[in-house]
């Protein structure tokens, strides 16, 4: 299996995953109205969209999220997820290796106390699947801590499950 192959398969994997969170959360009153619950899934589609932004060479908003309810951040992200798997369908092996620089690297400098290497877009785009799966988890766990049996989202899961569309919640028309 290729790099390109390797990625394609972990984007399409993060959009089902965040797919069937968000119908995990979505009528769900105590979970749509968690700050906490928000907070981090507003912070994993910002994530999201920084790097996206970062790819196609735009200006980065970093309060893209701050004030989406879950429904409008259901939307956000499946439109979000659209123009990825358009982006990530572009790209070729050698694509991967382009050096990306990112806008916020003197802050993690400053953070980290050492000068960071620049990443290729390849990597940037393996640090958006493994974080989003990273506060993914969280989410889940936040679910759970609500009385929300939280959905399965494990990569292999959905290997299991022979690779399914996403599943968007058809509250309020955001499912396909």
């Keep these: 299996m290729d790099a390109t192959t390797i990625i394609d398969e972990l984007v399409q994997h993060m959009e089902w995953a965040d797919s069937v969170v968000f119908s995990a959360i979505l009528g769900k009153p105590q979970a ?8 981090r899934l507003r912070h994993i589609h910002l ?3 920084a790097f996206f932004d970062v790819w196609l060479h735009q200006p980065v908003n970093p309060h893209a999220t701050d004030s989406f309810n879950a429904l409008e951040l259901a939307f956000f992200a499946k439109s979000l997820h659209r123009e990825i798997q358009v982006f990530q369908n572009t790209l070729s092996a050698d694509d991967l ?13 400053s953070n980290l106390g050492f000068e960071i290497a620049n990443p290729s877009l390849g990597q ?32 292999i899961a959905w290997v ?17």
């Design 32 to 39: 749509e109205e968690d700050e906490v619950l928000l907070k």
């Design 47 to 49: 994530v999201q969209k």
């Design 97 to 109: 290796d382009r050096v990306v620089h990112l806008p916020w690297s003197q802050q993690v400098s």
């Design 124 to 155: 940037t785009l393996l640090q958006v699947t493994a974080h989003s799966s990273y506060h993914r988890g969280q989410v889940n766990s936040r679910l759970r801590e609500l009385g929300i049996d939280p959905p399965m989202t494990d990569f």
């Design 160 to 176: 299991w499950a022979q690779k399914p569309l996403p599943a968007w919640p058809s509250a309020a028309g955001v499912s396909e």
